[in-house]
């Protein structure tokens, strides 16, 4: 079955940098887009990034451009979320989406905690 799971998230202070990675499993990892979202608290879901198959097309929310930069490797079924210059608005659970066939899967997520 298809998973997600997500690492690499933390407290850090704000101008800090981390990197989150997101393993799949349980389905054609190089054949389909990912997405990276997040959830602050008591706010919707936001889109962060997607990146398509090949890695050809990248797109960012507007308020991570610049400091956000999502990235894969088909070889090791990864997506990768780096942020740098992280501020405490980036506070939230960030997760990984993959949308196989009709179904879209979601990671348990990972908290970024950034401290003013």
């Known amino acids: 079955q298809v998973q997600l799971v997500e690492s690499g998230g933390g407290l850090v202070q704000a101008g800090d940098s981390l990197r989150l990675s997101c393993a799949a499993s349980g389905f054609a990892f190089s054949s389909y887009g990912m997405s990276w979202y997040r959830q602050a608290p008591g706010k919707e879901r936001e889109l962060v990034a997607t990146i398509n198959s090949t890695s050809g097309s990248r797109n960012y929310a507007d308020f991570v451009k610049g400091r956000f930069t999502i990235s894969r490797d088909n070889s090791k079924n990864a997506v990768l979320l780096q942020m740098n210059s992280l501020e405490p608005e980036d506070t939230a659970v960030y997760f990984c989406?993959?949308?196989?066939?009709?179904?879209?899967?979601w990671g348990q997520g990972t908290q970024v905690t950034v401290s003013s």
């Open positions: 989406l993959a949308n196989v066939g009709r179904r879209s899967y």
